[in-house]
Each structure stands twice: as C-alpha cells, then as structure tokens.
C-alpha cells in the first residue's frame, strides 16, 4: 500500500499468515508518517484444498456508469449483475452479454474503481443479500480515480448479484471483472515470499503514455534481469501457474493515467487494473491471468500520463487437472518415510504408532497417504516425528512428542500437523 498526505487509500489483496492459531499472525509496517490502519478481512484460504479460481482469458468490464444511469449521488446503493448472461450488461454500461462468468458461483475477483468523484468518500461492495457491511473496499479523493481489486461473494441473485454503497462524494463507477470462485474446481493458490518481478526505474524507464511491454513472471532463468530485479531465477511462480496474485505500483507518474495488466497474446482489454494521479505513487494488489507462453506471459498498458511500473508477486494459482506429481524430495526414517510432490502436497508411508504420518490417525500404511497439509516445500522424518518447511519458511511438526521434541509447547502426540513458533522463516531442517 502507498499512501499520500491528507488522502485515505485502500487496497485488497491476498496476505499470507503465520499459522500460529493466536495473535500475532499479521504483521504491519508502514513507512514515511504517522497514518491510521483500517483491515477489513474478504475471506480466506484453508491450508487443504478446496475452492479454486478460474482467472478470465482476459478481464472484462461488467459496470460503466458514464455511459449508463450516470454517477453514484452520496448515501446511493446500486445493484449490478456479474454473473450469467442476459440484457443488463448493456444498460450497466458493461460488455454487450456479459463476460462469461457463469451463475452459481461461490465468489468474484472485482477490481472497482471510483471515476473522476467530485469531492472525498468511500465505496462498500458486498453480494446483494440484504447485507450492510461496515468494510470499505475503496476510499476515493476528490478528483483522483482510484482502483481497488479484490475478492467478493456472489449472491445467489444472479440478475442484480452486486451491492455497491456510496459514501461521500458524487462519483462515477467501474467494475471490472478478473476472474471468479466456483464452488468446486478450479485452481489451487499458492504463496511465495514476497518478491520484486518488475521495477522499471532499474531497467527499461518509465512507460510513455499509450504503450505496452511484455513480461515473464513465471518459470526460471528468464529475462529477470533485464526487467530491474535483482534475481536472476525468478519468484518462483512455475510455468504452469494460470494466474498470480501481485501488486501494481505506479511509481512517481507524471500525468493522471491508468493501466491495464494482461495475458500475452490477447488483446488490449476495456478493463483496468489500476489508476493513478500525477505525482502521487499509488499501488493495487489482485489477482491477473498469465500466458502460459514461455518467456513473456503478462503485458502491461499504461494509458494516460507517462510512469515507472513495479510488479510484486506474492503467490499463484495453479491447475488442478495438469499439476505434475513428480517427487521433489524424499526422507527415510526409523519405520516410515514421507515425500515431497512437484505440486508441494506431501505424501508419507509406514509405522505410525505415534500418529508421524501425518494423517489424523494412527493407522500404519504401506503405500503413500496424503498428509493434511499443502506447501510443503521440505521434510524431515525422524524416529517417532515428521516436520516439514512450508512455503515462506513456516515450520510444522507432528508425531511422538512425548519429550517436547515437536517444539509445540507441550509434551503431547499428535497426529495431524502443528505449527511450530519460531522468530523467523525457517531454512533447511533436520530432526
């Protein structure tokens, strides 16, 4: 998030937490002044797999009041359908029959942006459900358009599926669709530590007002360098993956603009990912689908006024139907032995008297049994307990414990994964 004097800012986005099951899970910094911190919570991940995201082939607007019904007065609230197909996407203002997000869904990824407002205010965007949620989903200046992109729950009204509540200022509203939550299916997310995929001040400069330049964000070994970071292999966003969850900064933009983020391959979409004002640095975090083309796989537009762009990734979703299950690691231990699978889900084998499989029982197996946990990225099996690293370098133990080697805080078995406390991300393990 940036931030401006005397401007309230919001952005959505997906964070990861510490697994800790207490207080203390997120973690926030800020820099530069004295700011007050609002967090609103959309939803959330379960560390199983379970509801997927099917990213667009390439966003969509469903919402255009400048060429429909006209701004949002103070205290107005509008219902607008996402979902289906159907006349009203025309009278919206949206793509003529809508933009393929089918009904029945579970939730939508939106980016919503304020356009042109004539004074300050905020935006409430929740399902159509009767619901008045107190949880703003964008804060708007008087005379800036600001983008915000994040998730909401669909409502079972598919015609009018959408509640928009404006508070402050008359306003003109976009609502532009990424992607979308079905009830089964779909994709799997997967954190990353957060990293820097693009910084044009390092390389290229800034964007001239009206063009585009590829990308790559996914695979290793790439043109890394030569878009201004400092890693040569990458994020570690695989090939495969179909959409990342990342943050777009305009940095330091000398005109008012916007800019639309895409597939390689596809063409310049109606929908924006982000806006900007002069002089002011403002970021905006969603989900954006990629090309699954090899080196370049995402194209920005910048629109509007001249600026630097920064790209940071902070996970990916992957396919669930061509997710390989290669082995990345194998551990043997004293009676059973567990691995690690190209798709970073574990799989472990043998003896379990003490509940080391991992399963939530204590029934020996002699083939590979999933082990309730997702992001494993390292495991370590020992005489009577298993640990393994999961992704951004959190720790989980599980097993005989009967001399606190667990590292849990008790001297109690278990046998399903615990997470471990520990001061920082964890590196290689051995136990």
């Not at 070994?221 to 890693?231: A, H, P, R, Y």
């Not at 390292?378 to 720790?395: N, P």
């Not at 989980?396 to 997470?419: E, I, K």
């Amino acid at each position: 998030l940036n931030f401006s004097t005397g401007r309230s800012v919001t952005n959505t986005g997906t964070v990861p937490l510490v697994p800790s099951g207490n207080a203390g899970e997120l973690g926030v910094l800020a820099f530069g002044a004295d700011v007050h911190v609002v967090v609103d919570v959309q939803g959330y991940f379960l560390p199983t797999i379970g509801r997927g995201y099917v990213p667009l082939p390439t966003p969509c607007r469903v919402v255009a009041t400048r060429t429909a019904v006209g701004m949002l007065s103070p205290g107005t609230v509008r219902e607008y359908q996402v979902a289906g197909s159907g006349s009203n996407f025309a009278s919206q203002g949206g793509t003529s029959g809508g933009c393929g997000v089918p009904a029945g869904i579970g939730a939508f990824e939106l980016s919503v942006t304020a356009l042109t407002p004539t004074g300050a205010g905020f935006l409430r965007v929740s399902p159509n459900d009767g619901s008045n949620p107190t949880s703003a989903f964008l804060n708007y200046s008087a005379s800036a358009s600001s983008t915000n992109t994040g998730s909401v729950t669909a409502s079972t009204i598919e015609s009018k599926g959408l509640a928009v509540r404006n508070l402050g200022a008359d306003t003109h509203l976009l609502v532009d669709v990424q992607g979308y939550y079905p009830t089964s299916g779909g994709t799997r997310y997967q954190t990353v530590t957060p990293c820097r995929m693009v910084d044009t001040r390092n390389a290229g400069g800034a964007f001239v007002a009206g063009t585009h330049r590829s990308f790559q964000i996914a695979g290793a070994n790439g043109g890394f360098l030569d878009q201004g970071v400092t890693s040569p292999a990458g994020c570690g966003v695989p090939q495969r993956a179909a959409a990342i969850e990342a943050s777009f900064t305009a940095v330091d933009p000398v005109a008012d603009g916007y800019a639309r983020a895409y597939p390689t391959g596809r063409p310049l979409p109606n929908a924006t990912f982000l806006n900007f004002s002069a002089l002011r640095s403002v970021t905006n975090t969603g989900t954006v689908p990629l090309a699954r083309s090899g080196a370049d796989d995402l194209v920005v537009s910048v629109l509007g006024g001249s600026s630097g762009i920064i790209v940071d990734v902070f996970g990916y979703y992957e396919p669930a139907s061509d997710t390989p299950v290669g082995v990345e690691a194998v551990q043997i231990g004293n009676g059973h032995s567990c691995a690690v699978l190209a798709n970073l889900t574990l799989r472990c084998w043998g003896f379990t008297a003490s509940g080391e499989l991992g399963t939530g029982n204590k029934t020996p197996s002699a083939t590979p049994v999933p082990v309730d946990l997702v992001g494993a990225r390292q495991v370590a099996t020992g005489g009577g307990h298993t640990c393994a690293v999961r992704t951004l370098g959190f720790l989980v133990c599980w097993g005989r414990n009967h001399r606190g080697q667990m590292g849990v805080g008790s001297t109690v078995d278990s046998a399903t994964p615990l997470p471990v406390t520990l001061p920082g991300p964890v590196d290689p393990i051995a136990t």
